[in-house]
C-alpha cells in the first residue's frame, strides 16, 4: 500500500490556485522528497494531507484512510513539523515536550522520561531547562522535531527543516530523519536544497506553479536532462560571455549561465563533446579557474524543468524564502495547532 495517493488534488485561495491537479503516489518507508520554488505549492499540498486545510478537488488517501472522510484516523497516524512555529516560545524545552506528551495521553511518571529521552536524543538536554525563544536555529529546529515524534509516527511531514540552519545543524538534522526512517517512519520533506533531496530522498516530485512537473528517483531526474554536465569557471566574470561563446559554437544551445557570475554550465549527450573546449578556450586566450565534468545536479534539472533555480521567487509573487519563522510542530492528534499560520 502507498503511504500516500492522490488524484487531482485543488486548493484554491480566492482565485489563486495553489495546488492544481497534484498526483502523487508515496510509497511507505524512506524520505519522499518534494521539491519546487518559492510560492509552488508544497506546504499547501502538505497542510491538505495532514488535514489542516480543507480540500477543494480531487481526493488524497493517507495511510489507506481518505482525508476528507476520515480525518481523526489520518491525525492519529502522522506528525508534521513545518514552516510555522507552533511550539510555545515562553515555555522550555521540557515544559513544551511534557505538555506535548501530556495531551497525547502518556501518563504522568512516563512523560518525564520520554521528554529526557528526546532531549538526550537529539542532543539538546542541556537546553531543556531554559526558554525556547533562547534556542539558536539549530536547536529549535531539533525540538521541533523530538516534539513530533513524542509518538513514533508512520509518517512525517518535514517542512523545509533545514531552511536556515549552519551546515553542522543541518547534518544533525539529517541524522534524524536517517534515523526516523531507519525506525519503520515514512518521511515526506519539502526543501528548497536540492543537495538535500540528493542526500536523503530516494524519490522526489518537483512541484511548479501548483503541477507536478516532474518524478522519479533523482538519478532518474538528473538522466532526463542528459548524462553529463560541463562545469566550467572563469578566472575573471568578464570573460564569461565569451567563454558561453565558445561552448555555444561548439556544443550548441544547452549552455547556461549560472546565478554566480563566474560559471557556465552546458548538457552534453556524450563526454567526448567536451574535448574541443580546453583547446578552444586557450586559442581565444580565456584563463580559467575551473574544468568539470560530471552527472548533472540537482540544482541543473530544476533549472532544466523550471527555467528558473531552486529558491528564485517566479515573477510577480511577493513571498520570499525564509520570510515565515521556521521550524515548528503541528502534532498529530493534539490541539497544539498555531494561529500564528495565518499571519503567512
Ligand atoms: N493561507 C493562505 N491564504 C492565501 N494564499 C495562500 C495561503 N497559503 C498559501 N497561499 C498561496 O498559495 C501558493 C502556494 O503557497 P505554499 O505556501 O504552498 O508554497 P510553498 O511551495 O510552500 O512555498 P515556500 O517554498 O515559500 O514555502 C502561494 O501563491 C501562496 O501565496
Ligand atoms: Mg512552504
Do not use: C
Request: charged share 20%.
Amino acid at each position: 500500500m502507498a503511504a500516500i495517493e492522490t488524484h487531482g488534488l485543488v486548493k484554491r485561495f480566492g482565485t489563486n490556485i495553489a495546488v492544481d491537479g497534484v498526483d502523487l503516489s508515496i510509497p511507505s518507508g524512506g524520505v519522499y522528497g518534494v521539491l519546487g520554488p518559492n510560492g509552488a505549492g508544497k506546504t499547501t499540498t502538505i497542510r491538505m494531507l495532514a488535514t489542516l486545510l480543507p480540500i477543494d478537488g480531487g481526493n488524497a488517501r493517507v495511510l489507506g484512510h481518505d482525508v476528507a472522510n476520515e480525518p481523526e484516523a489520518v491525525r492519529q497516524k502522522v506528525a508534521l513539523t513545518g514552516q510555522f512555529a507552533s511550539l510555545d516560545e515562553d515555555l522550555t524545552g521540557t515544559e513544551n515536550l511534557v505538555l506535548l506528551a501530556r495531551l497525547l495521553g502518556y501518563s504522568r511518571p512516563a512523560v518525564r522520561s520520554r521528554a529526557e529521552q528526546l532531549l538526550t536524543a537529539f542532543d539538546i538536554a542541556d537546553a531543556g531547562p531554559r526558554q525556547v525563544k533562547t534556542y539558536s536555529g539549530g536547536m529549535r529546529r531539533r525540538i521541533d522535531i523530538a516534539a513530533s515524534i513524542i509518538v513514533t509516527p508512520e509518517l512525517i511531514f518535514l517542512d523545509e527543516p533545514t531552511t536556515g540552519l549552519d551546515p553542522r545543524s543541518r547534518n544533525h538534522v539529517w541524522e534524524i530523519v536517517r534515523a526516523l526512517v531507519a525506525g519503520g517512519t515514512t518521511v515526506l520533506l519539502t526543501t528548497q536544497y536540492l543537495d538535500e533531496a540528493d542526500q536523503l530522498a530516494g524519490r522526489v516530485a518537483v512541484i511548479d506553479r501548483g503541477k507536478v512537473i516532474a518524478e522519479g528517483t533523482t538519478g532518474e531526474l538528473k538522466a532526463s536532462v542528459g548524462s553529463n554536465s560541463l562545469h566550467l569557471r572563469v578566472l575573471e566574470t568578464s570573460q564569461r560571455t565569451a567563454a558561453a561563446r565558445i561552448l555555444r559554437d561548439l556544443l550548441g544551445d544547452n549552455v547556461t549561465e549560472d546565478p554566480d557570475p563566474f560559471t557556465v554550465t552546458a548538457r552534453l549527450d556524450n563526454p567526448a563533446q567536451a574535448a574541443p573546449v580546453l583547446p578552444a578556450l586557450d586559442t581565444a586566450g580565456i584563463p580559467i579557474a575551473s574544468f568539470t565534468l560530471g552527472q548533472p545536479s540537482l540544482d541543473e534539472v530544476f533549472l532544466a524543468l523550471t527555467g528558473h533555480g531552486a529558491g528564485v521567487e517566479p515573477a510577480g509573487t511577493t513571498r520570499g524564502a525564509g520570510v515565515e519563522p521556521a521550524g515548528t510542530t503541528y502534532q498529530a492528534g493534539t490541539t497544539v495547532e498555531s494561529d500564528r499560520e495565518v499571519a503567512s
